[in-house]
């Protein structure tokens, strides 16, 4: 048999039919929804008198538009408020299981679904979201869709698709002290630029990788979008299964057993053949942010802004000097020392316990700078339970750090939390576009540690030299 | 998805070219959360004046082409933004049809999608059909997708040409999701399979 990678395989076994034109009927074990692109799939559906072909398959939570400061007054937003009450009538119309707002389980969609073992290895998983990709942590096939396709799956828990083509991502090696899973991302998305992924599926492998806990492989998974890619995975391990053990919705007992033996068998074959090789050494990641407005412009933390002028490429020096403006940067000046306004820790990339205890290290026993908004948004209810119990919360709230609810919050300009025009933003979400955090705002994409080190030291800092 | 098969309608010209997705729908109705009820903001710019009165003037404001379901247009119609609203908002207005010399491509898909049958024909004949169309209640035009043929009010035939495979779907009433459905079998075969081999696959229940 031909050898095949790990992508291949769960692809193979999703197929359920492949049309004349290439196209395949793709199967899809589970379907995510949340507020913002479900209601004109479910208008589709009544519309034409479907049902969901699955409910049992799929999991709606609200997060995009939520509010993550006091959630017992009303949503203030008429347009966000109609947004979660139209999801709340769908899924009961619908009989779609559904974390509501005031409940302990929710959180942003992915983090809920691996935290509550809802995503799995081996599984094709959905969702209207290009950070569906996360899940891929897993060992999962997982990728973000449109709202005809999420209509799609509803009525068919199907999707038309075509493969995509492999790549490889190798980090070999040991990571040095203070590097986490976002600098190795950082790093990468650096390397093979926002465009190096497009067309592929990344599989990230190495030694640096399989040494990652899940919420680092969810992190480097996360933005694989931001690498072009169409998704991301890891294979599955011990690492892997460990973590899904004993979640609420994971198989159990022999089941469980049964699962693993599956899971085992999905790793990329020897010899078996990628599009694109791409390696990196883990030695030469440092903690790393973004300067610009694009997830590619990576800097370590020691290094200097770069300067357009010695960009000989006429239309892409032209962009620099943009971004530089945009971002109230000098061409040639040292990042590190560049005071900020807002720190955001949290988002679908970094706002796991692991992200907050790597920030609560750096803060513990120090205080916010003057004029500094610094906010923990944790990912769901359980994050910021677990949070709790393990007195973060109380490291936070001491050191002067908001303490908030569950939600996207400031991951983009849709909620109550945003930038003001011209603000500076250390943040550990997985977007820098101009206005992405409110209009006007600056992002400087970073690790939690860093996130927190710029907190208390009001300006861009290297992590290690405060732990 | 509503089958189309023939449609004997008023036609309604608007001569002009590049009628783009924020004309046909402007982008601050966007921000909800359907698809139906999009036909009252359809052609906004040129339907309402700027204090939210009917443009007595246009034409989709007058009778008897305030009822319809064919459009005529010129060159490059549906261009701009790619949002699957500008189809919707036609639909909901009532259009079934809509006749140019040439489409945007995501555009002409998305009618496709969405039931609604675009014509490409050259600009000669949009013109003659835009000259049937302002002879008031008699400005119908057939449609007769089996035969592939617009036939004018003096009983003229225009043929013109589609990919079977759309034409196919159209006739059926079916949309993407029609069209899965009809390996609903295999799509079951599949489902027991898995069922079989990994009899261990959660479900997501909650009390
Ligand atoms: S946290 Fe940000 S990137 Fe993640 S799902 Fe929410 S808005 Fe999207």
Known sequence: ?467 | MEKFTTLSAVAAALPEDNIDTDKIIPARFLKTTQRTGLGKYAFDSMRYRPDGSENPDFILNREPWRKAEILVTYDNLGCGSSREHAPWALLDFGIRCVIAPSFADIFFNNCFKNGILPIALPRDVCDQLMSDSTMGSNARLTIDLPRQVVIRPDGEEVPFEIDPFRKHMLLEGLDDIGQTLQHDTEIKTFEQKVDGERPWMPTITLD
């Open chain 1, 1 to 467: 048999m031909v050898p095949r990678t790990l992508f291949d395989k769960i692809w193979d076994h999703h197929v359920v039919e492949t049309l004349p034109d290439g196209t395949s009927i793709l199967y899809i074990d589970r379907h995510l929804l949340h507020e913002v692109t479900s209601p004109q799939a479910f208008e589709g559906l009544r519309l034409a008198g479907r049902r969901l072909r699955h409910p049992e398959m799929t999991m709606a939570v609200v997060d995009h538009n939520v509010p993550t400061s006091d959630r017992t007054q009303p949503i203030e937003e008429p347009e966000s408020r109609n947004q979660i009450e139209t999801l709340e009538r769908n899924v009961k119309e619908f009989g779609v299981p559904y974390f509501p707002l005031l409940s302990a389980s929710q959180g942003i969609v992915h983090v809920v679904g691996p935290e509550q073992g809802i995503s799995l290895p081996g599984m094709t998983i959905v969702c209207g979201d290009s950070h569906t990709s996360t899940h891929g942590a897993m060992g999962a096939l997982a990728f973000g869709i449109g709202t005809s396709e999420v209509e799609h799956v509803m009525a068919t828990q199907t999707i038309l698709q075509r493969p995509a083509k492999n790549m490889r991502v190798t980090v070999e090696g040991q990571l040095a002290p203070g590097v986490s899973a976002k600098d190795v991302m950082l790093s990468i998305i650096g390397h093979i630029g926002t465009a190096g992924g497009t067309g592929y599926v990344i599989e990230f492998a190495g030694s640096a990788i399989r040494g990652l806990d899940m919420a680092g492989r969810m992190t480097i998974c996360n933005m694989s979008i931001e690498a072009g890619a169409r998704a991301g995975l890891v294979a599955p391990d011990d690492t892997t299964f460990d973590y899904v053990r004993n979640r609420p919705f994971a198989p159990k007992g022999e089941g469980f057993e049964h699962a693993v033996t599956f899971w085992r068998t999905l790793v990329t074959d020897e010899g078996a053949h990628f599009d694109k090789d791409v390696a990196l050494r883990a030695e030469d990641i440092a903690p790393s942010l973004t300067w610009g407005t694009s997830p590619e412009t990576v800097l370590p933390i020691t290094g200097n802004v770069p300067d357009p002028a010695q960009e000989p490429d006429e239309s892409k020096r032209a962009q620099m000097q943009r971004m530089l403006d945009y971002m109230g940067l000098e061409a040639g000046q040292k990042i590190a020392g560049t005071p900020v306004d807002v720190v955001f820790i949290g988002s679908c990339t970094n706002s796991r316990i692991e992200d907050l205890r790597a920030a609560a290290q750096v803060a513990a026993g120090r205080k916010v700078a003057d004029g500094v908004r610094a906010m923990i948004v944790p990912g769901s209810g359980l994050v910021k339970r677990q949070a709790e119990e393990e007195g973060l919360d109380q490291i936070f709230l001491d050191a002067g750090f908001e303490w908030r609810e569950a939600g996207c919050s400031m991951c983009l300009g849709m909620n109550p939390d945003k930038l003001t025009p011209g603000q500076r933003c250390a943040s550990t979400s997985n977007r820098n576009f101009e206005g992405r955090q409110g209009p006007g705002g600056r992002t400087h994409l970073l690790s939690p540690a860093m996130a927190a080190a710029a907190a208390v030291t009001g300006c861009l800092t290297d992590a290690r030299e405060l732990v």
